[in-house]
């Protein structure tokens, strides 16, 4: 079973910029499936649905962007630390939500999430 644990959010003035991760334990197969998934960042504001912002592929080759960050967001991901990371820049009062991590397909259970809050 992949747990996942995000970290990184806090508060941050708009235009700032917070880099969150998202790390993988569980056994050594868990680290195995993870680095061999396709992983988004989603978030979920108050009262809002959770919606997918970016995904990258198991190798980083390829990743995807929605709109509303595009420019702004970037994710990576480093599989020899099980990590997956979004650099977000230029951060705006609409990026204020709970982030989470998850593979894209048949996702794992959902960690705790980390809070971003964007506000002057």
């Known amino acids: 079973q992949v747990q996942l644990v995000e970290s990184g959010g806090g508060l941050v003035q708009p235009g700032g910029s917070l880099r969150l991760s998202c790390a993988a334990s569980?056994?050594?197969?868990?680290?195995?499936?993870?680095?061999?998934?396709?992983i988004g960042w989603y978030r979920q504001a108050p009262g809002k649905q959770r919606e997918l912002v970016t995904s990258?592929?198991?190798?980083?080759?390829?990743?995807n962007y929605a709109d509303s960050v595009k420019e702004r967001f970037a994710i990576s991901r480093d599989n020899t630390k099980n990590t997956v990371y979004l650099q977000m820049n230029s951060l705006k009062p609409k990026d204020t939500a709970v982030y989470y991590c998850?593979?894209?397909?048949?996702?794992?259970?959902w960690g705790q999430g980390t809070q971003v809050t964007v506000s002057s």
């Open positions: 569980g056994s050594t197969a868990s680290g195995s499936i993870f680095s061999g998934s396709t």
């Open positions: 990258i592929s198991s190798g980083g080759g390829r990743t």
């Open positions: 998850n593979r894209v397909s048949l996702p794992w259970p």
